[in-house]
């Protein structure tokens, strides 16, 4: 346990201390910024307009930089020749991978609760403070989301390269986003044959229809017909799964 | 307890990077046992096989056939790994972290209390001339000073081998010499030491037994006398004659030759040098000095690469 939650704390410190990091979070404040200006030319109410854009770009940044550095948090270590001095020590492979996991999702914790207060100052600004209570499910959603997209992004780039193990990641995560929709949406309008297929990419990549319940609290839906337990249950099950398989490459892997 | 190092009929074979059908023996039936409290000198061209030996020997990539063992546990296992202190050859760091904090992850890594830990970088830091660098980015340090991070690591956690591949590349000739220090005073605390350096002076200096690996395969393995071949070995005596005489035996004697006020004779072997010893004393000459002339490291090295490229 004590190796895992090393490596996870200087992963974390050294991926904290990366420029890209703050360039893709001053991107995303710029993003709400563009968003809050939009509101003030839109009819209806604009603490909902601000929440919906505000959620959407945390979930859409925590994606990006889970995909962007989860593909490189092996490759790198690899390339840059860092893991002989790593395996050079009393440690498993699997407790590298956990802590490399572990550092990396406190980053993106981290960066939620950072963008969460950046929402909450919006909030703050324009009358609804408590606003930031109701959305906390869909903060703790995304997080899971995200967490799940780092154990894929992990084990895309442990397939392969760097760049096509961002475009499997980015690819396994919006099929996995739409399929739910996909399913029903085509349902009755495709063969029987194409439904299957639809139906079984479901079942094998991670179904993020899962993790979303921003849509249900933006618009007053509450926490109906939503079971975090099960959300939870589902995203650390994938996880397992994703990041197993990943040691199974991993393991097979020579340091050359 | 064990020997450091046991690598029994070891063999390496990688696939072509360009005919994927065919197979490169990067390393051949290496069979060596490395002792306890000595340092070990690997050296060879490029391509030789060092690298590849010491990756094994480090668990990074395993074997095609053959066994290692280190202190009697498997290559590459935690509990070998606990007892080894390990430079790569360029070693890279995370340049966000700091020299203090590099030397936390990894001493961490390696068991070591957080009290030991304290103690531990303080003096290693100081050992390598580092800690007054020790809160500034890695990715600030100069060449040298990551050498320098890079040994500081491989010794934090007081192994009882430390491996070493080329670890005075980057340096100075001041560094050099602070490096070599600091690996003979890691014998005298009766650690092993394995190193490799393409600097066969420092090899030739600092080993107590040598290895040197030609295309994958053992070329020689022993001490540096060991491993001299007897041909190599020249013998030679110096001796003193009036200078009114000196063209005269020029004449007579082809391979004198003339090192400021004194002549010498160079011979192949010792019955030929106590000849012409005794030769020259039947002259009425004066011989001061003789005794056989052993080839340094390069020599051998370099003699030995013509003879394979013959």
Same mark, same amino acid.
């Given at each position: 346990?004590?190796?895992?939650?090393?490596?996870?704390?200087?992963?974390?410190?050294?991926?904290?201390?990366?420029?890209?990091?703050?360039?893709?979070?001053?991107?995303?404040?710029?993003?709400?910024?563009?968003?809050?200006?939009?509101?003030?030319?839109?009819?209806?109410?604009?603490?909902?307009?601000?929440?919906?854009?505000?959620?959407?770009?945390?979930?859409?940044?925590?994606?990006?930089?889970?995909?962007?550095?989860?593909?490189?948090?092996?490759?790198?270590?690899?390339?840059?020749?860092?893991?002989?001095?790593?395996?050079?020590?009393?440690?498993?492979?699997?407790?590298?991978?956990?802590?490399?996991?572990?550092?990396?999702?406190?980053?993106?914790?981290?960066?939620?609760?950072?963008?969460?207060?950046?929402?909450?100052?919006?909030?703050?600004?324009?009358?609804?403070?408590?606003?930031?209570?109701?959305?906390?499910?869909?903060?703790?959603?995304?997080?899971?989301?995200?967490?799940?997209?780092?154990?894929?992004?992990?084990?895309?780039?442990?397939?392969?390269?760097?760049?096509?193990?961002? =475009?499997?990641?980015?690819?396994?995560?919006?099929?996995?986003?739409?399929?739910?929709?996909?399913?029903?949406?085509?349902?009755?309008?495709?063969?029987?044959?194409?439904?299957?297929?639809?139906?079984?990419?479901?079942?094998?990549?991670?179904?993020?229809?899962?993790?979303? =319940?921003?849509?249900?609290?933006?618009?007053?839906?509450?926490?109906?017909?939503?079971?975090?337990?099960?959300?939870?249950?589902?995203?650390?099950?994938?996880?397992?799964?994703?990041?197993? &398989?990943?040691?199974?490459?991993?393991?097979?892997?020579?340091?050359? | 307890?064990?020997?450091?190092?046991?690598?029994?009929?070891?063999?390496?074979?990688?696939?072509?990077?360009?005919?994927?059908?065919?197979?490169?023996?990067?390393?051949?039936?290496?069979?060596?046992?490395?002792?306890?409290?000595?340092?070990?000198?690997?050296?060879?061209?490029?391509?030789?096989?060092?690298?590849?030996?010491?990756?094994?020997?480090?668990?990074?990539?395993?074997?095609?056939?053959?066994?290692?063992?280190?202190?009697?546990?498997?290559?590459?296992?935690?509990?070998?790994?606990?007892?080894?202190?390990?430079?790569?050859?360029?070693?890279?760091?995370?340049?966000?972290?700091? &020299?203090?904090?590099?030397?936390?992850?990894?001493?961490?890594?390696?068991?070591?209390?957080?009290?030991?830990?304290?103690?531990?970088?303080?003096?290693?830091?100081?050992?390598?001339?580092?800690?007054?660098?020790?809160?500034?980015?890695?990715?600030?340090?100069?060449?040298?000073?990551?050498?320098?991070?890079?040994?500081?690591?491989? =010794?934090?956690?007081?192994?009882?081998?430390?491996?070493?591949?080329?670890?005075?590349?980057?340096?100075?000739?001041?560094?050099?010499?602070?490096?070599?220090?600091?690996?003979?005073?890691?014998?005298?605390?009766?650690?092993?030491?394995?190193?490799?350096?393409?600097?066969?002076?420092?090899?030739?200096?600092?080993?107590?037994?040598?290895?040197?690996?030609?295309?994958?395969?053992?070329?020689?393995?022993?001490?540096?006398?060991?491993?001299?071949?007897?041909?190599?070995?020249?013998?030679?005596?110096?001796?003193?004659?009036?200078?009114?005489?000196?063209?005269?035996?020029?004449?007579?004697?082809?391979?004198?030759?003339?090192?400021?006020?004194?002549?010498?004779?160079?011979?192949?072997?010792?019955?030929?040098?106590?000849?012409?010893?005794?030769?020259?004393?039947?002259?009425?000459?004066?011989?001061?000095?003789?005794?056989?002339?052993?080839?340094?490291?390069?020599? =051998?090295?370099?003699?030995?690469?013509?003879?394979?490229?013959?």
């Amino acid at each position: 346990m004590r190796n895992i939650l090393t490596v996870a704390r200087f992963t974390f410190l050294e991926m904290v201390r990366n420029k890209i990091l703050y360039a893709l979070l001053f991107f995303a404040f710029f993003v709400i910024g563009l968003g809050i200006a939009i509101t003030q030319m839109t009819i209806g109410d604009n603490l909902n307009v601000i929440s919906d854009i505000g959620l959407g770009s945390v979930e859409m940044f925590s994606t990006i930089i889970a995909i962007f550095m989860g593909v490189t948090l092996i490759h790198q270590e690899l390339k840059m020749r860092t893991i002989y001095l790593l395996f050079a020590r009393p440690i498993r492979r699997w407790q590298y991978l956990a802590g490399k996991f572990f550092g990396m999702s406190l980053l993106i914790l981290i960066e939620i609760i950072f963008m969460a207060l950046i929402l909450e100052g919006l909030f703050i600004a324009y009358g609804g403070p408590e606003k930031i209570i109701t959305y906390l499910p869909a903060f703790y959603s995304i997080f899971l989301q995200t967490m799940t997209v780092i154990a894929m992004a992990v084990l895309c780039s442990s397939l392969t390269e760097i760049v096509v193990g961002a =475009i499997l990641t980015i690819a396994f995560y919006i099929t996995g986003a739409i399929s739910y929709n996909l399913q029903y949406a085509l349902d009755s309008r495709i063969s029987e044959s194409a439904m299957k297929m639809v139906t079984m990419l479901r079942y094998i990549l991670p179904d993020f229809s899962y993790f979303n =319940i921003k849509d249900n609290l933006v618009y007053g839906r509450g926490l109906e017909g939503i079971n975090l337990w099960v959300s939870t249950g589902y995203a650390l099950t994938i996880i397992v799964i994703l990041l197993s &398989a990943s040691l199974v490459f991993f393991n097979q892997k020579e340091l050359l | 307890m064990d020997n450091p190092i046991v690598l029994q009929n070891v063999s390496k074979l990688f696939t072509h990077p360009m005919k994927i059908w065919q197979k490169v023996e990067a390393v051949s039936n290496l069979s060596i046992t490395i002792r306890k409290g000595e340092i070990t000198g690997i050296v060879g061209h490029n391509g030789a096989g060092k690298t590849t030996t010491l990756k094994m020997i480090m668990g990074f990539i395993r074997p095609t056939s053959g066994t290692i063992s280190l202190f009697g546990k498997e290559a590459g296992s935690p509990e070998a790994l606990q007892h080894i202190g390990f430079l790569p050859e360029h070693p890279y760091f995370y340049s966000h972290l700091t &020299a203090w904090e590099i030397l936390t992850y990894f001493g961490s890594l390696s068991g070591m209390s957080s009290k030991n830990l304290a103690t531990a970088k303080e003096r290693v830091l100081k050992k390598v001339g580092l800690y007054n660098d020790k809160d500034r980015p890695l990715r600030t340090f100069s060449k040298g000073m990551l050498q320098r991070i890079g040994i500081a690591q491989a =010794i934090i956690h007081d192994p009882e081998l430390i491996i070493l591949d080329e670890p005075m590349s980057g340096l100075d000739p001041a560094g050099r010499r602070e490096v070599k220090e600091l690996i003979l005073e890691l014998k005298k605390q009766g650690k092993s030491v394995v190193l490799s350096s393409h600097i066969l002076s420092d090899i030739e200096i600092l080993s107590d037994r040598i290895l040197v690996l030609t295309k994958g395969k053992v070329e020689s393995w022993g001490t540096l006398k060991e491993i001299i071949p007897t041909s190599s070995v020249q013998w030679i005596f110096s001796f003193d004659v009036p200078d009114s005489e000196k063209d005269a035996l020029f004449a007579e004697i082809k391979d004198i030759k003339m090192d400021g006020a004194q002549l010498s004779i160079v011979k192949q072997s010792k019955q030929e040098m106590n000849e012409t010893i005794k030769d020259i004393l039947s002259r009425g000459y004066d011989v001061y000095s003789a005794g056989p002339v052993y080839p340094t490291l390069e020599e =051998i090295v370099f003699e030995k690469k013509e003879v394979n490229n013959a």
